[in-house]
């Protein structure tokens, strides 16, 4: 057996001495915490694994911490003293960057930009170190990959740990949701204690498939941060039998801490009913038919228009795709076309003001300039085509607005402007944009605008969104 266990753990910097104050209130966090430790160092691992949301972290790529180990401390969270060592498993990193790259996953230990350790993986540590310090350490952030690629660096820690014979404990540190309560930091969604129940159940059961099949924008707006984590050791895990174990839950002060254990009781690699892989690469293509099959005019209009363009590169005229609405050819309106890949933004761009002849038209342009023009992503390739999903918005004609009190994020946009032309806009209803305050940041630095300093003015608009 090549991983002799796993675990899931949060990272609330106040459960390390001398940071905060209220460790009472997650003494069961605290107990089951140390109770991974005790366990970790009763299995003698010659390596720990360790995924942090907080670890350097990129859209497309997995990053692997290089080097010989790294330090960090708690000096940000007013605890100075509290500081922590990490010693790496070069060989191990070697071989695990080298496997990615053979199976051709965006992984690897290229761009580090601070070695420093990240408090996700020092709290893990804090723990382990109390009762064994005899192990070497890999350390891996998250990205915005799919769940499949996360759960592919799982099964490559796997298969790594076994070409290598080494005994490895792998960690997957992350909190769950952030929107428990109203007086919590980050204030409450509903979202946030059914996200909390569909982990921790999952944790309890060791039924881990919905981990990976969870949704993007659910898991989004429960503000959460350990699912890709928890995702990749799930692929640790990869065709293996376990016993599963949810030591503590508690969210106190509004986020939610979970403490689960996973003990191999199978041969490694052997339980096909626990290929999750391929489960999940059912369910997603089921998903994703289901999802093409619902679109409705616009939405279809806007991916014609888009795939014929990478197929072709022609333009079509909206006459090429029968039975439209009456209304997408004799009325005009600004249009936005947004594109998403494993839940994740893949471009979006639109008009506030109508510049084509019909909305048909709007709509098919500006689902090419979203796919091919949004100046933060590269263009959309023919290979990406089947797993974008589109929205099309509708946009109403703006009005101005005195102040922010009347706004309102869930049901109109947002545009802020200067007299010298700089503009940003965005749009209503977006996963994890749930105040006034997020949603002017967000168009104001879209137009480069210091909301400070800059002489502004607000309008909202209201859209139709078609899915």
């Known amino acids: ?32 915490y140390d109770e991974v430790g005790r366990r970790i160092a009763e299995l003698a691992p010659d390596t720990v694994v360790i995924s942090s949301p907080h670890a350097i972290m990129y859209a497309d790529y997995i990053h692997i911490s290089p080097g010989r180990g790294a330090q960090g401390g708690f000096s940000m969270f007013g ?66 990959l799919s769940p499949a690629d996360h759960y592919r660096m799982g099964m490559l820690v796997q298969r790594t740990a076994r070409e290598l014979g080494r005994r490895v404990v792998y960690v997957a540190s992350g909190d769950l949701s952030h929107k428990l309560l109203e007086s919590g930091p980050y204030g409450f969604a509903p979202e946030g204690p059914q996200f909390d129940e569909k982990v921790t159940q999952a944790f309890s059961t060791g039924d881990l498939l919905p981990l990976l099949t969870m949704d993007r924008g659910f898991a989004e707006r429960a503000a959460e941060c350990g699912l890709r984590s928890f995702q990749i050791m799930a692929g640790a895990l990869d065709r293996t039998a376990i016993k599963p174990e949810l030591l503590s839950y508690e969210g106190p002060f509004g986020v939610g801490y979970g403490v689960a254990a996973f003990t191999p009781v199978g041969e490694e690699g052997a339980d096909e ?9 059912a369910f997603h293509k089921a998903d994703l038919a289901h999802r093409k099959a619902a679109e409705d005019p616009y939405v279809s209009l806007a991916r014609l228009s888009l795939e014929t363009y990478v197929h072709e590169r022609r333009r079509i005229s909206p006459d090429e795709k029968p039975n439209l609405p009456a209304e997408l050819l004799s009325s005009r309106a600004g249009a936005f076309v947004s594109l998403k890949k494993n839940g994740e933004l893949r471009g979006c761009i639109g008009t506030i003001a109508p510049v084509q002849d019909n909305l048909a038209e709007e709509i098919c342009a500006n689902a090419i300039s979203a796919g091919r023009h949004d100046p933060r992503f590269p263009p959309v390739t023919a290979d990406e085509l089947g797993e974008l999903v589109y929205d099309v918005d509708v946009l109403g004609a703006p009005e101005p607005v005195e102040s922010a009190d009347q706004l309102d994020p869930k049901r109109y946009g947002v545009i802020v402007s200067c007299a010298d032309g700089r503009r940003g806009l965005l749009l209503p209803d977006l996963d994890g944009v749930d105040t006034v305050s997020e949603q002017l940041r967000i168009a104001a630095g879209k137009g480069h605008i210091d909301l400070r300093r800059d002489d502004c ?11």
């Open 273 to 281: 009913s626990r290929a999750l892989l391929e489960q999940y690469e």
């Open 79 to 144: 605890a100075p003293q509290a500081r922590y060592e990490a010693v790496y498993d070069q060989e191990f990193v070697r071989a695990l960057a080298h496997a990615c790259k053979l199976e051709g996953l965006s992984a690897g230990c290229e761009g580090e930009r601070d070695p420093t350790l990240d408090h996700g993986t020092m709290i893990p540590l804090h723990f382990i170190q109390r009762h064994t310090k005899d192990f070497q350490v890999v350390r891996m952030g998250i990205s915005g």
């Open 457 to 467: 003015t607000l309008e909202r608009f209201e859209v139709v969104r078609h899915t």
């Open 1 to 32: 057996m090549s991983i002799v266990a796993a675990f899931a753990v949060p990272h609330p910097p106040l459960i390390i001495p001398g940071v905060g104050s209220g460790k009472e209130k997650i003494s069961a966090t605290i107990t089951a």
